[in-house]
């Protein structure tokens, strides 16, 4: 392997993948498996920046750029430095494609990537919105409160068809049962005649036989043993219940269940990171689920550097605030919004496919080929990113992702 730095590096025009690594084994594992599937594919240079002097182990590799980071980071917030900075450490008169670790190539349609780029920078999208990112970018306690309440509303169904549910249909067959036996004693005039000089004896109640006897003063059925024969009607209606136990309020018109402040049950979303990048760099982002991109796979060159200056200083910046997470893809919308690229080209999904696990595909009908949960389009992915579940191998779309990869040859 060798170690170079920028200026080392002096040849020019070339298209050049670049990974960004620091610290942990686990993550440089994980670096060794995605060069090797991009060694497989690509003939195109691949360089890996990182700062040595952190990492647990070795990177195997022929091109590594060392660079120093903040001593006062840690391992992610040094990751996120080089990777935002990542302009600052290479050399110029390159064509330059970042990627995560995680993002996997597929097959020899990887270095296409290169034809897609549109100055000042090329990203792809991400598989949310911003306001259902906001969450994981902030600290808001919207996160908390839905992990907190989300299984309330089914915990509450499960316990109105299991144990309300069972009681209002027994107190249904008492009041058919009552009504038949009312209805047979009025067949028999003497029977009749016998049971109103029961009703009008003493006493608070008025036993119709031994099952069942009525309350003279409300009108009211109980059962022998006490129980009462009556509901509301509202009982009997299960978003009823479900609102009377924890003071949500159901929308049908959109199908969700919200706190009393407006915020959603059913699903996680707010507009704190848009309400702190408003605050801390005064952009506005609008409307608050705009299509943010995706930091795991972009291109860029010299005329990038404007927008990579700007990226990496407000995420500096929000290494310095306990309102914010260690993030960078908050930033990089800021950033979009500030240099008016909101609207700029992405890259298309193959180029940066995210297959995670806790947001399920529509469908994966194997063989490497997926559908997106919005488009029965089925995607041959040339870059898949394994955002979640790296390894796992009960997982089909890793085992299948491992395999073809371990393939010697093919």
């Known amino acids: 392997m060798g170690y170079l730095n920028g200026s080392e590096m002096t040849n020019t025009n070339q298209k050049i993948f670049v990974f960004v690594v620091c610290g942990a084994r686990a993550h440089i594992e994980t670096l060794h498996l995605s060069l090797q599937a991009l060694g497989k594919y690509s003939r195109n240079e691949i360089w890996i920046l990182t700062d040595t002097s952190r990492n647990e182990i070795s990177i195997h590799h022929a091109n590594i750029i060392d660079a120093k ?35 996997i190539a597929l097959n020899s349609g990887i270095d296409e990537i290169f034809e897609y780029y549109l ?32 299984t309330l509303p089914a915990f509450y169904d499960k316990e109105f068809t299991e144990t309300v549910l069972p009681q209002i249909e027994f107190i249904d ?44 003063e409300t009108g009211l059925w109980f059962t022998s043993k006490g129980k009462r024969l009556k509901y509301e009607a509202a009982e009997k209606d299960v978003v009823a219940y479900i609102q009377n136990k924890t003071a949500f309020r159901f929308n049908p018109s959109t199908n969700q269940w919200y706190r009393r402040d407006g915020s ?16 801390k760099f005064g952009i506005a982002i609008s409307p608050d689920d705009w299509q943010h991109w995706n930091g795991g796979v972009f291109l860029f060159d010299d005329a990038s550097h404007d927008f990579l200056n700007c990226w990496h200083e407000m995420t500096m910046q929000v290494f310095q605030d306990k309102n914010w997470r260690t ?8 950033t979009a919004w500030k240099f008016d690229l909101q609207n700029h080209f992405t890259l298309p999904l193959s180029f940066n496919f995210i297959a995670d696990y806790e947001l399920p595909l529509a469908h994966y009908p194997g063989n490497l080929k997926f559908k997106t949960a919005t488009s029965e389009k089925i995607i041959a992915p040339k870059f898949v990113h394994v955002y979640k579940n790296w390894g796992d191998m009960n997982w089909q779309v890793w085992k299948d992702i491992f395999n073809h990869i371990s393939q010697d040859g093919k």
């Open 119 to 150: 100055l000042p920078v090329t990203f792809c999208t991400d598989v949310t919105k911003l306001n259902k990112f906001s969450p994981f970018a902030v600290n808001c306690n919207c996160l908390a409160n839905f992990e907190r309440d989300k």
């Open 264 to 279: 959603s049950v059913s699903q996680l979303y707010c507009n704190h990171l848009q309400e702190k990048i408003q605050n």
């Open 327 to 334: 993030r960078d893809q908050g930033t990089l919308a800021a």
């Open 69 to 103: 980071t903040p001593t006062e980071f840690n391992h992610h917030q040094a990751s996120i430095y080089l990777k935002t900075g990542i302009h600052k450490f290479l050399p110029a008169g390159n064509s330059y494609c970042y990627l995560d670790t995680d993002v």
């Open 173 to 216: 067959r008492c009041v058919h049962e009552i009504e038949r036996r009312v209805a047979a004693t009025k067949k028999s005039k003497w029977v009749y005649n016998l049971h109103k000089l029961k009703y009008w004896l003493g006493g608070n109640f008025y036993a119709l036989d031994s099952d069942y006897k009525l309350e003279k």
